[in-house]
Structures are given as structure tokens and as C-alpha cells.
């Protein structure tokens, strides 16, 4: 499972501190909102390279579990709307990018090292987090992902 992957997994389930940031687009998404789903949270830049490295594998994995109750939140931590939109839009990635204009959100996470990311069950609670850059499109990663979901769909 997660131990498998490199997460450091809490002993007791915390509950996923909740935000409302925009996207792209404007709109304004509430993690809690994403209850009954399993989500990762992941905090990046555009000026990071193991974000970037590890971003196209994340795109395969949205793309192949999007139709499972899974959804994938990437963090911008500081950056312009406008160095965000154009480092997505030349990548043609298409999972939701959220701006953390202010930090606030990374430092409530305690994200102080980039990319740094969380996955979130589907009733709201962080089950582990993991630093550094990964290669998310592999099928342990996916079967651990799957576990999380809920059995009584």
C-alpha cells in the first residue's frame, strides 16, 4: 500500500485541514466539497523541475482514473494566474490547478519543500503524504489508490 510507495502514513487518520482556492478559470473549489471521493493534493511550481518531471505521469493517472471517484488537486504555491496558465496550457495537461496565491494553504499542509503531496480518503481524512517528485502512473499506485475508495458504491 501506501508504505510501499515512499508515503509517510499517519498512525491515526487526520482530518484534511479544508480551503477554497480558484482555479484557472476562476471558480472556487472547497476540498470538503470533494467528500466521497479519493483525492491527491499536490503543492508545486512551475520553477520546480521534480514537479515538472513528475507531472505528465500524473496526467496519465487523472486520465485513467477520473471515471472512479478519484480526483487530483494540483496546488500552485505563489505563483502568477498567468506563469500558471501558460506553463499548463503549453504541457496540455487537464487536471484541476488551484492557486494558492497566498501560501497559506502549502503552510497549513506544511509543504515547505516542493512538490509535496497528500492523498485524502473518501471521507475527508489524510491517510499520508509524501515529498519529492514521483512516478505516479504505475499500477501499485493505482490498487493503493482503489483500496481507498468506497466499498459500497
Known sequence: GLMQLGFQVFREPVVAPDFTLENLNGEEITLSSL???????????????????????????????????FELLAVDVQEPKKTVADFIEKNGYTFPILLDTSGRTGAVYGARSIPTTYIIDADGFAVGFITGSREWNNEVVYETLRSLLPKDL
Open 35 to 69: 467528500k466521497g471521493k479519493v483525492v491527491l493534493l499536490n503543492f508545486w511550481a512551475t520553477w520546480c523541475p521534480p514537479c515538472r518531471a513528475e507531472m505528465p505521469s500524473m496526467q496519465e493517472m487523472y486520465l485513467l482514473l477520473e471515471d472512479e471517484n
